[in-house]
């Protein structure tokens, strides 16, 4: 049983770091700093928008954006976070990584 634990926590913490990426990657792109024109920022960019649009888009039909502020990556993240320790409260096994 720890097997499937850790393997959900291995996919719940690589959900998390893609999303911070594709957070410090947004903040990059809107101060100009990056711009999807750069041929490498551009296969990332879509990366993560393809890999996170399954799990934004049921959470950003119900959430709206609210003055261009998009607040569906920080729901994400506290979700993950609740989950955790959900997992670790249900069942008492916290993974070693």
Same mark, same amino acid.
């Given at each position: 049983m720890s097997h499937v634990i850790d393997a959900v926590f291995l996919f719940l913490r690589l959900i998390f770091y893609v999303i911070i990426a594709q957070v410090i990657l947004s903040w990059l792109l809107n101060f100009n700093v990056l711009n999807l024109r750069q041929p490498t920022v551009a296969r990332i960019w879509d990366m993560t928008n393809r890999v996170l649009a399954p799990v934004y888009n049921p959470i950003r039909r119900v959430l709206p954006t609210?003055? !261009?502020?998009?607040?569906?990556?920080?729901?994400?993240?506290? !979700?993950?976070?609740?989950?955790?320790?959900?997992?670790v409260g249900l069942t008492g096994y916290y993974p070693a990584f």
């Open positions: 609210a003055a !261009g502020f998009d607040f569906t990556p920080m729901v994400v993240i506290i !979700g993950i976070l609740l989950l955790e320790k959900l997992i």
